[in-house]
Each structure stands twice: as C-alpha cells, then as structure tokens.
C-alpha cells in the first residue's frame, strides 16, 4: 500500500518548500566548510610534498639525461682528447720555431680552444663514470693513460710529420704547420660527422654541444689556414693576408 501524503492547498506545499530550503543550504554549507578546512589543514604537507617531488624529479631528470649515452659518444671523446693534445704539442712549438707573428696567434688560440675542450671532455667521461685520459706531453711526444683511440682517429699526424715539423724553422715551419694542422683540423670535423651520423650517438645534450662547438670552431680555422698558406705561396706574409682574421 502506498502513503501518499495531501498537502491540501498550493500554499501548503509552498511553505513546506520554503521551510526545506534553509535546511538544505545549511547542510551543503557545512559540507562545503568541512571539505575547505580539510584542504587548508593539508596545506602546508603538501607544500612540503611538492618541493620534495620537484626536487627529486629534477634529480632523477639530470641523472637520466646523463645516462642518454652511447659507447660512441665515449668513444668520440676519448678519442678526441688524444687528437687535441697532438694539437697542442703542434701548436706549443711556434714559440721556438721562428714562426710569424701571425702564426704565433693562432697558435696560442689553439692551445686555449683546445685545452678548455680537454677539460670539458675529460669531465663528460668523469660524470659518467667512464675511464678519463690523461695526456703528458713533452716535446713531439704525447704519452696518454688510459683509454687511447686517437692514433686510430683521422688527420693525426705520424711521427715522422712530427719530426720534420720539428726540423723546421721559420716560413719552411709556418707551411708546414699550416699544412699539417688542417689535416689535422679536417680529420676532427670528419669525427664529429661519424658521430652524428652513428645510430643513437650525440643525444646526450652536453655531447652533442661539445662536438657541435668543436666542428664549428675547427672548420672556421680551416678556412683561416688556407687562406694563410695561401698568402705564405704567393709570397705574402700570413699576417696581412686579407681575411685571416688574425
């Protein structure tokens, strides 16, 4: 059996609505309050929570974006470490070869350009855990400890080069250190365009930077080179040839 109540007239179940409504609103206020003094109670814990996240996130993002390499890009900067330091054994000897004032500049160019690569080098393998190399140096001889690719890698010099840009003195040293040097220059933009073009290689950001750098600075020396030796064969010397820059 269903209860059905009347509420008689139109009236009545207008004031019956009406005495409903501020029930209602009160009870959904309440809630309301309730859920809002929650939120504001956990507040400051979530704070909390959040710069704990943010910071492990950041964490976790560095180490992955350190662990986005490849054994080429180890390779690679291996490698290329060795190659800048028979660039600096070239270029430190300028100061005792009677080189030209010209040539004397872009030597001491080189060996800053290079020397801070090395250490930036080196440093990617040490945060990476990887075998760092260590160059000595002393006259044409470059011993490396560790790791050692670089007699492998294109544009080095042989000993016997090395010998004969020894023996040299003067205009005979500037073109043949201009000679030498951009095959050497050559050989290293030709190493940054394996690596890029190796399946995975370069990803890594500070990677990628490094080789990008030492290609751009090395074909930007190759040009200066050429213009140089040119200037050296056409019997000008090297430091008023237009465009060298020096």
């Known amino acids: 059996m269903t209860n059905t109540k009347h509420w008689g007239s139109p009236g009545a179940l207008l004031a019956a609505l009406v005495a409903i409504a501020p029930a209602a609103c009160a009870h959904g206020t309440a809630t309301q309050n309730a859920q809002t003094g929650a939120q504001t109670e956990n507040e ?3 704070a909390g929570q959040s710069d704990e996240q943010i910071e492990a996130l950041y964490l976790a993002r560095t180490d992955s974006a350190q662990m986005r390499f490849t054994e080429a890009d ?3 900067m291996t490698g290329m470490i060795g190659h800048h330091a028979q660039a600096l054994v070239m270029a430190g000897l300028a100061p005792t070869h009677d ?5 004397d500049i872009l030597c001491a160019r080189i060996i800053n350009a290079q020397k801070d690569e090395i250490a930036g080098m080196q440093l990617w393998l040490s945060d990476r855990g990887q075998p760092v190399p260590e160059v000595d140096i002393h006259g044409t001889t470059m011993m490396v400890h560790g790791p050692d690719y670089a007699m492998h890698m294109p544009g080095m010099l042989t000993q016997e080069q090395l010998d004969e840009l020894d023996a040299a003195r003067g205009e005979d040293f500037d073109r ?3 000679t030498f040097m951009i095959q050497h220059h050559q050989g290293a933009v030709t190493m940054v365009e394996e690596l890029l ?3 995975g290689a370069g990803q890594d950001e500070a990677a990628f930077k490094l080789a990008s ?3 751009a600075d090395q074909r930007a020396e190759i040009d200066r080179m050429e213009i140089m030796l040119e200037a050296i064969s056409g019997g000008t010397d090297g430091a008023e040839a237009p465009g060298s820059g020096l």
């Open 74 to 76: 180890v390779r690679f």
């Open 213 to 215: 750098d030492i290609q």
């Open 176 to 178: 043949l250190f201009l």
């Open 197 to 199: 073009a190796t399946d």
């Open 99 to 103: 080189a030209s004032p010209s040539l």
């Open 44 to 46: 400051p814990q979530a």
